[in-house]
């Protein structure tokens, strides 16, 4: 099939690889000039691993090309995913100025023959914006033509297995012709069995948001969970798997942690509050869920603030994780922007490792590198030297299992804010560390020899 993909992030970038992959002939397009020619030029803009062989072998052998001219690739293609950025707006509401601009752009450049084109929106859009997808191309075309809904479910840093693999793929369609195209598409797919689930076009719109806000809802709540447990002397991660083993409840998603962050679930959860508000239901449910996660982020700065007191002035802390999750250098709202700009703000120093963010926190930190209040680090252990505590923000692999006693020799004071609860508290304790992490108490430091014995 000749597809074109109009946005070339994560998502576009992603899509448009995989179904190269199986054979499609697929040209992705861009308005971001410097991404395209650095896509041109083999470079791929993003961290996700296994893109980029699976990029380079499809550009390799002409079934992937890149353009800025998103007419003529909207022009050339039967099938045109949108999968343009939908910031929020300044209510919440999701922004849908670049994939109404998209749609003008594809009723204007829709050619006077050849195959009906079916036009996808695979980006995240509030139920109804179909129709107004539909009404924007229309505007400049006589032309019959398809709109579909395709939400994308995939999980940044597993991005591509999911695109390959997906648990199911969801197609709002409203037509027979774009049903066929898009399960012949698909099928490479979904070959183990798992559905593509065909739907109406609002309902495919609604599961979106649905599945984000449930995962968020899920975070959310074992944050709270492990609040209590922090207050009676309870563990969060015992509760875990005592509620994770029922079947009806599932294991996923329900680690307590520093709050969600990331390009999607907060803005989702957000336009989906906006979109229960305009319909008149009730959003209590999901204020709440921000609510708690807009805390949850705070609670590392708090515990800084309670050891060592309001004043950080001549403090300095380590910070292992940027990212606001493993295997991914993005940074969109994660809970690390909060805690570092938290801490300098009250006077300390900050030196932050994180092994594939390091451009992005240029980026989002520039002031802070340029006025000397943070330092990136190369290696994690070169952030500790004369530090006053580490804090783990992000769970990468690699910090799992550190080198305790150059962790300990190397900080001023032995004190760990764990916000990933990556260690067994009783063992930190063992090692001689002042270790706090989220819903699980502190272990006392084991008593001296001389003393048990006493
Ligand atoms: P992104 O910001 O990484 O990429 C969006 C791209 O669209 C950018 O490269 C931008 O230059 C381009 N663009 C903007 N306006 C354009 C126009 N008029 N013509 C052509 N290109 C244009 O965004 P993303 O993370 O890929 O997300 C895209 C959509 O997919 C969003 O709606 C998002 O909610 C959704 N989504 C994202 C993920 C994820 O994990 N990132 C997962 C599922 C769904």
């Known amino acids: 099939m000749k597809i074109a993909v109009v946005g070339t992030g994560y998502v576009g970038l992603v899509a448009g690889a995989c179904l190269a992959e199986t054979g499609n002939d697929v040209i992705c397009a861009d308005i971001d000039q410097g991404k395209i020619s650095r896509l041109h030029a083999g470079e791929i803009p993003i961290y996700e691993p296994g893109l980029e062989p699976m990029v380079e072998r499809n550009l390799r052998e002409g079934r992937l090309t890149f353009t800025t001219d998103v007419a003529a690739a909207a022009a050339e293609a039967e099938v045109i995913f949108i999968a343009v950025g939908t910031p929020p707006g300044e209510d919440g509401s999701a922004d849908l100025k670049h994939v109404l601009a998209v749609a003008e752009t594809i009723g204007k450049s829709m050619p006077d023959d050849g195959p009906e084109k079916i036009v996808i929106t695979k980006s995240t859009v509030p139920v109804g914006t179909a129709a107004k997808v539909k009404d924007a ?45 898009l399960g012949e598409l698909y ?76 390009s999607c679930f907060p803005k989702d959860v957000k336009a989906l509050v906006h979109t229960l508000q305009a319909t008149g239901v009730d959003a209590a449910i999901l204020e709440g869920v921000e609510k708690v996660n807009a805390d949850q982020k705070k609670v590392l700065l708090r515990r800084a ?79 500790l030297e004369g530090s006053d505590a580490l804090l783990i923000l992000t769970e990468w692999l690699a910090y799992r299992n550190p080198d305790f006693d150059r962790i300990r020799e190397s900080l001023a004071e032995p004190v760990i804010l764990d916000g990933r609860n990556l260690w067994d508290p009783a063992r930190m304790a063992g090692l001689g560390f002042e270790y706090t992490s989220i819903g699980r108490t502190p272990a006392a430091a084991p008593a001296e020899a001389g003393a048990a014995a006493d």
């Open 137 to 181: 191309i229309r505007r400049h075309t006589s032309r019959a033509f398809h709109v579909c809904s395709n939400p994308e479910f995939l999980k940044e840093g597993a991005a591509l297995q999911d695109f390959m693999k997906p648990d199911r793929v969801v197609v709002g369609v409203e037509s027979e012709h774009a049903r066929q195209r």
């Open 187 to 262: 099928a490479p797919f979904v070959r183990t069995g798992n559905p593509i689930l065909f739907m109406d076009i609002s309902s495919a719109e609604i599961t979106k948001y649905a599945a984000n806000a449930m995962l968020a809802t899920r975070i959310s709540f074992m944050n709270t969970i492990a609040q209590l447990c922090e207050a009676v002397g309870a563990d969060v991660g015992l509760v875990r798997q005592g509620i994770g083993t029922d079947e009806r409840i599932g294991p996923g998603f329900l680690f307590a942690g520093i709050g969600y962050g990331g």
């Open 305 to 383: 603030v309670e050891r060592f007191g309001d004043d950080l002035s001549g403090r300095t802390f380590a910070v292992w994780g940027l990212s606001f999750k493993p295997e991914t250098d993005d940074m969109r709202e994660a809970p690390s922007l909060e805690v570092v700009r938290g801490l300098v703000k009250r006077g300390a120093r900050v030196r932050a490792h994180d092994p594939e963010a390091r451009d992005e926190a240029a980026h989002y930190f520039a002031d802070l590198l340029a006025e000397g209040a943070l330092q990136l680090c190369e290696h994690n252990y070169d952030c």
